[in-house]
T-cell receptor, first 113, second 109 residues
Framework: DAGITQSPRHKVTETGTPVTLRCHQT?????MYWYRQDPGHGLRLIHY???????DKGEVSDGYSVSRSKTEDFLLTLESATSSQTSVYFC????????????FGEGSRLTVL | GQNIDQPTEMTATEGAIVQINCTYQ??????LFWYQQHAGEAPTFLSY????GLEEKGRFSSFLSRSKGYSYLLLKELQMKDSASYLC??????????FGPGTRLSVLP
């Protein structure tokens, strides 16, 4: 969806360094999500947000933190990156339940050496 | 917790019909989504089932049976561009969406 952009799209970093991925949406969706996608595991939820400054943990939240200071921005931070966090990260946004579908960003490929 | 299973890979021939199954165990959910994901791209929405039964959208149909913990995506008149991964996902009342591992479909000429 053209309304959701992620940055950076590609990043290579070293073990132990901090990393922040940014997700920006222009559609004013209330809910935003961070997923990681790994072979054999599909999409796994890291954290999600249901409003400004309102966030909650997902299935694989250890080692990750998030912040949402504005409706349009949702940041994912790896305080000290590890090789197990090498993955493709997808941001998504949506209006919530019912028939509200998820709109995904293009993904950010992170490699931790 | 929730558990979702899908076949890992499927192969079908151009012009044929293919059914991709999704089974799940959960204590409750609002609805079930199907997404398509081409290699290297983001997932895109295909269908959403809230009630039991069949939802049809052109060449794609999706079926849900809550009592059996089962859904399927039916693709008709397969085209080469349908080669992709297909993900089913449970909608947990809008708070989060839990995805299955995905089924990689290869369409052969």
């Amino acid at each position: 969806d053209a309304g959701i952009t992620q940055s950076p799209r590609h990043k290579v970093t070293e073990t132990g360094t901090p990393v922040t991925l940014r997700c920006h949406q222009t559609e004013n969706h209330r809910y935003m999500y961070w997923y990681r996608q790994d072979p054999g595991h599909g999409l796994r939820l890291i954290h999600y947000s249901y409003g400004v400054k309102d966030t909650d943990k997902g299935e694989v939240s250890d080692g990750y933190s998030v912040s949402r200071s504005k409706t349009e921005d949702f940041l994912l931070t790896l305080e000290s990156a590890t090789s197990s966090q090498t993955s493709v990260y997808f941001c998504a946004a949506g209006t919530g339940g019912g028939t509200g579908e998820l709109f995904f960003g293009e993904g950010s490929r992170l490699t931790v050496l | 917790g929730q558990n979702i299973d899908q076949p890992t890979e499927m192969t079908a021939t151009e012009g044929a019909i293919v059914q991709i199954n999704c089974t799940y165990q959960t204590s409750g959910f609002n609805g079930l989504f199907w997404y398509q994901q081409h290699a290297g791209e983001a997932p895109t929405f295909l269908s959403y089932n809230v009630l039991d039964g069949l939802e049809e959208k052109g060449r794609f149909s999706s079926f849900l049976s809550r009592s059996k913990g089962y859904s399927y995506l039916l693709l008709k008149e397969l085209q080469m561009k349908d080669s992709a991964s297909y993900l089913c996902a449970l909608d947990n009342y809008g708070q989060n969406f839990v995805f299955g591992p995905g089924t990689r479909l290869s369409v052969l000429p």
